[in-house]
């Protein structure tokens, strides 16, 4: 049980195009989704926390209107990199939190996004 | 503040032998310590954590941790490393901001565990 899964596992796109990147809990239902960005060797950098039904959280320094959450069911967060540039290519996970469950966090394989 | 570090960029061990990747905490309040295992181009996998309770947790794959409060430390330990536990290792504290319980993880650096035959 407790599986996060995410599409595309990898993409690549064309400087100035949107990507859409999609987490699912598939069995189970979460309130709060958490969404990442990984540089190559490096730790896990929080971008923004989503909440079901409601506006996202974004992590100081993270642009808001570039990176769009959308949380719009228990079980699917969207995170939809607006106007790609090549700085944005990076690994990006997503995990999720169980309802009711604050000490444990269900992580997705991740998603490779490569902007030429 | 709350954050976590991780000394060493990368811990070398010989198969068969005892491994310890090493983690210190800073948190104000009761800490929440996470470790995760990622193998590459992979999410995260959970390892163990500490709540409360004993301070020596088990965890998956036959890993366990220590949690010291004098020396406020959460090393990640295995008594005979194999060379598929060759990975990048997390060590992570939950962000409790008073009551408010948002469950933010905050990640160290990472340790590349490099197990060789």
């Known amino acids: 049980g407790a599986v996060v899964s995410q599409h595309p596992s990898w993409v690549i796109c064309k400087s100035g195009t949107s990507v859409k990147i999609e987490c699912r809990s598939l069995?189970?239902?979460?309130?709060?989704m958490f969404w990442y960005r990984q540089f190559p060797k490096q730790s896990l950098m929080l971008m923004a926390t989503?909440?079901?039904?409601?506006?996202?959280?974004?992590e100081q320094g993270v642009e808001k209107d570039k990176f769009l959450i959308n949380h719009a069911s228990l079980t699917l967060s969207t995170l939809t990199v607006t106007s790609a540039h090549p700085e944005d290519s990076s690994f990006y996970i997503c995990?999720?939190?169980?309802?009711?469950?604050?000490?444990?966090?269900?992580f997705g394989p991740g998603t490779r996004l490569t902007v030429l | 503040a709350q954050s976590v570090a991780q000394p060493e960029d990368q811990v070398n061990v010989a198969e068969g032998n005892p491994l310890t990747v090493k983690c210190t905490y800073s948190?104000?309040?009761?800490?929440?310590l996470f470790w995760y295992v990622q193998y590459p181009n992979r999410g995260l996998q959970f390892l163990l954590k500490?709540?409360?309770?004993?301070?020596l947790v088990k965890g998956s794959y036959g890993f366990e941790a220590e949690f010291n409060k004098s020396q406020t430390s959460f090393h990640l330990k295995k008594p005979s490393a194999l060379v598929s536990d060759s990975a990048l290792y997390f060590c992570?504290?939950?962000?409790?901001?008073?009551?408010?319980?948002?469950?933010?993880?905050?990640f160290g650096q990472g340790t590349t565990l490099q197990v060789k035959p």
């Open positions: 989503s909440n079901e039904g409601s506006k996202a959280t974004y």
């Open positions: 069995d189970f239902q979460a309130t709060t």
């Open positions: 992570a504290v939950r962000v409790v901001f008073g009551s408010s319980n948002t469950g933010k993880l905050i």
């Open positions: 948190v104000s309040g009761n800490p929440y």
């Open positions: 995990s999720a939190r169980a309802i009711g469950v604050y000490n444990e966090q269900f």
């Open positions: 500490y709540i409360t309770g004993d301070n």
